[in-house]
């Protein structure tokens, strides 16, 4: 369900791009960069892969 709590965005890295949902390097390192830039100790990052049942087949992270 979303959003899942106030604030609840979706990370879609090259949207354009109709990626898969399989994290790469590239990808988890602008998951990374994005928390950190942040700076909010309560920040959170989550993917959740086609093999942990996601519902949706296109990269992203919450």
């Not at 960069?33 to 296109?58: C, D, K, Q, W």
Request: aromatic share 10%; glycine share 6%.
């Amino acid at each position: 369900v979303s959003p899942i709590e106030y604030g609840h965005v979706l990370l879609i890295p090259r949207v354009l791009d109709c990626l898969p949902q399989r994290m790469d390097g590239e990808s988890l390192l602008l998951a990374l960069h994005m928390a950190a830039e942040a700076a909010n100790p309560f920040f959170r990052v989550g993917y959740n892969s086609l093999g942990a049942f996601a519902t949706i087949n296109h990269l992203h992270f919450q």
